[in-house]
């Protein structure tokens, strides 16, 4: 029986320090080699997940919290925010001087800095600087650079898929009040990502799931935040790393070590998927 693995990148991939632990790229091998498909699940946009699926030698991925689904490198779903849906989020945020970063199926569009800083080599350098700062201060100044919003032109004819505005937890509910055709979820306390009403990870997990034929109950996923909480509880099995949110950890099956401290080995092998 094919059982399938989802991963979170941020905190559960990827160390705070943006960096893949040896013990996960030994373990993402060894699933491979058991003939388990390993699937990356993440909030990020298609273009900011290339290098760790690269480095990690993955072929299918859920990408910006569902909304764009590829099973062994075919793009098999995918669900663009309705345009004037958007156009209205855009103006909210300009009104409230929100940052905001639309998410297409195949770039990021923003203000002329962000984007510069995207497709050049400062983008390696400032990923560098990420291993020394901590994200706090990180998504602090994220969130500064964001606020001038992309010009129209930039992504005119574009599907838009996910929006990253910068907005914390107390603002959460006026946007959402406003947006019921939205769905509002977050991996941090600046800036919520921000996907149609009834999508999430788990959305993208039936996607893979009906077109791979298999049950359910023959998946896995790991996880660490808030957009993770429909796929932890959708699987399986459900695991939580050791430094998730708390409201992850309460509906986990199983809460493993940090990322740092080896925690995907440990909890691949505790589940006997991996030798």
């Keep these: 029986m094919k059982k399938v693995v989802f991963f979170d990148i941020d905190g559960t991939l990827v160390s705070s320090q943006n960096h893949i632990p040896e013990s996960t790229k030994r373990a993402i091998k060894a699933l491979k080699q058991q003939g388990i498909l390993p699937v990356i699940a993440t909030g990020r946009a298609t273009v900011l997940l290339e290098e760790v699926r690269k480095e990690l030698e993955i072929d299918s991925y859920i990408a910006m919290n569902g909304q764009l689904v590829v099973l062994e490198g075919v793009p098999i779903f995918t669900n663009p925010l309705p345009k004037d849906v958007l156009n209205r989020l855009m103006e909210k945020a300009a009104q409230d001087r929100k940052g905001i970063v639309l998410c297409g199926t195949e770039d990021i569009y923003s203000n002329s800095f962000v984007s510069l800083v995207k497709r050049s080599s400062v983008l390696s350098v400032l990923k560098h600087i990420g291993k020394l700062i901590p994200n706090r201060i990180q998504m602090s100044l994220f969130s500064r650079l964001i606020r001038k919003p992309p010009k129209p032109e930039a992504f005119e004819g574009k599907d838009i898929c996910q929006v990253l505005l910068e907005l914390d937890k107390k603002e959460e509910t006026t946007y959402k009040n406003q947006f019921q055709e939205l769905h509002f979820t977050r991996s941090n306390d600046y800036t919520a990502d921000v996907i149609s009403a009834n999508i999430s990870k788990a959305t993208g997990i039936d996607q893979v799931i009906q077109q791979l034929g298999i049950d359910i109950q023959d998946t896995y ?53 991996i030798p």
């Design 221 to 273: 996923a790991f996880g660490d935040s808030l957009n993770d909480l429909e796929m932890i509880q959708h699987v399986g099995t459900g695991i939580s790393m050791g430094n998730g949110w708390k409201e992850l950890k309460e509906v986990a099956d199983i809460i493993t070590e940090d990322v740092s401290e080896d925690g995907i080995e440990i909890a691949l092998k505790k589940l006997n998927l």
